[in-house]
Nanobody
């Protein structure tokens, strides 16, 4: 059974940082691209970032977070992280990790994903 467990959310002031983690189990982690999505109140899901399976050498980020968020994966721990710096109030959302079969390219439509973790709340507010 595929399980994705996200953690690390919380309340942070604008300009602050958070590091999200997503622990994966039940599948061969290295064979899957890993993604982060987020959903702000009253809005639809938004793709945030992706890292490819295998060596994890290819990274993609949405323009809205480029230069502020960094995705990374730890194959030894079957975990993907999202380091979020220079946080803004508009980054407030529930953040989700999702696994995608490797080789399908970056897919930003959440309807194409089968495997999701539960979300972790990130609130950026003073």
């Amino acid at each position: 059974e595929v399980q994705l467990q996200a953690s690390g959310g919380g309340l942070v002031q604008p300009g602050g940082s958070l590091r999200l983690s997503c622990a994966a189990s039940g599948f061969t982690f290295g064979n899957y691209d890993m993604n982060w999505f987020r959903q702000a109140p009253g809005k639809g899901p938004e793709w945030v970032s992706a890292i490819n399976g295998g060596g994890g050498s290819t990274i993609h980020c949405a323009d809205s977070v480029k230069g502020r968020f960094t995705i990374a994966r730890d194959g030894a721990k079957n975990t993907v992280h999202l380091q979020m710096n220079s946080l803004k109030p508009e980054d407030t959302a529930v953040y989700y990790c999702a696994a995608d079969e490797m080789g399908l390219g970056v897919r930003t439509d959440p309807r194409e994903y089968e495997h999701w973790g539960q979300g972790t709340q990130v609130t950026v507010s003073s």
